[in-house]
């Protein structure tokens, strides 16, 4: 068929909304995955700047989240610091509440700096400590509080891209801008988190962790007691966050780790299908992503795109979390990995 021909049945095709897929074939089915997402490092000390700044700017309570994005320089006006995850640190200064409300997008907080914050979930309060990974999951209540003397920051991290694209999105404002707590601080970890859980829970399990606070404290010592193992080539002393009731990972959407490297350790090459966001919590990290080169400190946050192999060297004995959406990928059968 000769050009002109081709340009006039194309024509046609698109005045009845329908198209050549042999002209779009391989943008479609590539040949491997090709994230939008870049390698990218936020420097803390500098970012804090902004973050303190905006406390001098607007509340919380006008704010509603006193919130910074991270946004990947590859996905620009997304608000998101993957292809299919979000990021952002929060500021709650002392006195002020971020009120209740809860939507289907599952949460996590990651604590950074400060202690004596709190988080309310769904009727149990728990008092944030730095290296303390939190979760809000979908459709719980929760408002934040700062009943201490000290501003309090974290990382906010979730799914919304994913729950965004599925057009699954709901969000309710409570009508008390403190919803009430109707168990003590420390239940949830009492009933769930001694390796023990109520006799009368399902034996399929919650879908969400209802220990919704893992103490840093607990996850430190604990990686601390693996230093007698030979480290994995690829990931150092690892330990991923689960849930006790089924023995899946904590949050059904996303994955949640924290590592030990020991000085000198420097991991193999890595690369995986979910997109990662990293945050180091103790030493410091030689980190490269893809031919990108970042020297990361405690509380920097890093952005791991998917399929791009990366490596870690330890400059000192370093600890840091991880999440990803690496659950989403393997209920679909779609999480692959290479090891180089």
């Given at each position: 068929m000769s050009r002109p021909d081709l340009n006039m049945y194309y024509k046609k095709l698109e005045n009845q909304?329908?198209?050549?897929?042999?002209?779009?074939?391989?943008?479609?089915?590539?040949?491997?995955?090709?994230?939008?997402?870049?390698?990218?490092?936020?420097?803390?000390?500098?970012?804090?700047?902004?973050?303190?700044?905006?406390?001098?700017?607007?509340?919380?309570?006008?704010?509603?989240?006193?919130?910074?994005?991270?946004?990947?320089?590859?996905?620009?006006?997304?608000?998101?610091?993957?292809?299919?995850?979000?990021?952002?640190?929060?500021?709650?200064?002392?006195?002020?509440v971020a009120p209740a409300h809860r939507h289907t997008q599952s949460a996590l907080r990651f604590?950074?700096?400060?202690?004596?914050?709190?988080?309310?979930v769904d009727g149990e309060r728990t008092t944030m400590h730095p290296g303390d990974f939190i979760i809000t999951p979908s459709w719980a209540w929760h408002?934040?509080?700062?009943?201490?003397?000290?501003?309090?920051?974290?990382?906010?991290g979730l799914d919304v891209p994913l729950v965004n694209f599925l057009r699954a999105g709901f969000r309710e404002e409570h009508e008390n801008a403190?919803?009430?707590?109707?168990?003590?601080?420390?239940?949830?970890?009492?009933?769930?988190?001694?390796?023990?859980?109520?006799?009368?829970?399902?034996?399929?399990?919650?879908?969400?962790?209802?220990?919704?606070?893992y103490p840093y404290e607990r996850t430190r010592e604990a990686l601390e007691h693996l230093r007698h193992d030979e480290p994995d080539p690829h990931h150092g002393h690892c330990l991923r966050y689960v849930n006790p009731t089924n023995g899946d990972w904590a949050i059904p959407t996303i994955a949640t780790s924290m590592r030990l490297l020991p000085k000198g350790f420097h991991t193999r090459p890595?690369?995986?299908?979910?997109?990662?966001?990293?945050?180091?919590?103790?030493?410091?990290?030689?980190?490269?992503?893809?031919?990108?080169?970042?020297?990361?400190?405690?509380?920097?946050?890093?952005?791991?795109?998917?399929?791009?192999?990366?490596?870690?060297?330890?400059?000192?004995?370093?600890?840091?979390f991880t999440y990803s959406d690496r659950p989403v990928y393997e209920?679909?059968?779609?999480?692959r990995e290479w090891l180089g």
């Open positions: 909304h329908l198209g050549p897929l042999w002209e779009v074939l391989k943008g479609l089915v590539p040949n491997e995955p090709k994230p939008r997402a870049q390698p990218h490092h936020w420097d803390f000390a500098a970012v804090r700047e902004r973050i303190i700044e905006a406390g001098t700017l607007i509340s919380a309570e006008e704010a509603e989240r006193r919130v910074l994005v991270l946004q990947n320089p590859g996905l620009p006006e997304t608000s998101q610091i993957t292809d299919t995850l979000y990021a952002g640190l929060q500021l709650i200064l002392p006195g002020e604590i950074i700096e400060g202690s004596g914050a709190y988080t309310s408002d934040h509080g700062n009943e201490a003397d000290e501003p309090v920051i974290w990382l906010d403190v919803h009430k707590t109707v168990r003590p601080e420390g239940d949830a970890m009492a009933r769930y988190g001694m390796g023990l859980v109520p006799i009368t829970l399902n034996r399929g399990g919650l879908d969400t962790s209802p220990v919704f606070n890595y690369a995986s299908t979910d997109g990662a966001v990293m945050v180091v919590v103790e030493g410091r990290v030689k980190v490269k992503i893809g031919s990108e080169e970042f020297l990361a400190r405690p509380k920097d946050v890093l952005a791991l795109p998917g399929w791009l192999p990366y490596e870690l060297e330890a400059v000192e004995d370093t600890v840091a209920k679909l059968g779609l999480w």
